[in-house]
């Protein structure tokens, strides 16, 4: 199975006095930081899990809500064992304090191989990973390369097929992620509303007074050298 990379190797500090501790303290300082909870920056839902239609010989999708809990803006990254069948849209990003976005997650199923039952066991794995960024910044992927130290793992997402014929509430769920996932793509894609009309109606009326009283000068103009 592929490494998940580098960049995602460390853990999320603890706060607390703890975390200053002298280096002298050894063993006592670990303990401590290993009773500590974890500190997530991001919420995720489903939490640990990305369900996929079973549709063996098709590439199939999944969803994920990405939800920043902290109060900092946090860059996101996925990772994952299968980097050749799989791909994540968006593949990262920079959230900004209680913003939230569903990334879909597209696979390939493969056809079962020596009658497998692919359905109960997959070993494909996602990572998200996350990292603490200063204001709204531009994702970049070599965010996570600079600040390694500072990198943590949020979660490790399991695959879990499900079967695309029967109803279910996670089937139910998974529609209504990938429509809203969808929906807020072809906003993102439609252009902003252009108030031009509106300031070039102005204009012409504008520029028709103008006319309208260049008009009259002129008559103005004519009608005294006739008097004259």
Same mark, same amino acid.
């Given at each position: ?97 209680? !913003?939230? %976005?569903?990334?879909? /997650? $597209?696979?390939?199923? #493969?056809? *079962? ?40 793992? !949020?979660? %490790?997402?399991?695959? /879990? $097929?499900?079967?695309? #014929?029967? *109803? ?61």
């Amino acid at each position: 199975m592929p490494l998940w990379g580098a960049a995602a190797s460390a853990a999320p500090a603890a706060d607390g006095d703890a975390a200053r501790a002298p280096s002298g303290s050894g063993g006592g300082v670990k303990v401590i930081r290993s009773l500590l909870p974890t500190r997530r920056r991001l919420r995720l839902d489903p939490p640990a899990k990305l369900y996929f239609p079973y549709e063996p010989g098709k590439q199939v999708r999944s969803a994920v809500r990405i939800k920043n809990i902290s109060k900092s803006h946090v860059a996101f990254k996925f990772q994952t064992t299968a980097p050749k069948s799989c791909f994540m849209r968006p593949p990262g990003g920079v959230l900004a304090p209680g !913003e939230s %976005i569903i990334a879909t /997650v $597209f696979k390939f199923v #493969e056809h *079962p191989e020596n009658n497998e039952k692919p359905m109960d066991k997959c070993k494909v794995k996602f990572k998200i990973v996350s990292l603490k960024v200063k204001g709204p910044v531009e994702y970049v992927p070599e965010l996570f390369d600079e600040q390694k130290d500072q990198v943590a793992v !949020e979660q %490790i997402l399991r695959v /879990v $097929f499900l079967d695309a #014929e029967r *109803p279910s509430p996670q089937m139910d769920k998974l529609k209504r992620q990938l429509a809203e996932a969808e929906a807020a793509l072809e906003a993102r894609k439609k252009p902003p509303e252009d108030n031009g009309p509106r300031i070039v109606g102005e204009g012409l009326v504008i520029d028709e007074w103008k006319e309208r009283r260049e008009r009259y000068l002129a008559r103005q103009q004519i009608e005294g050298v006739d008097s004259v």
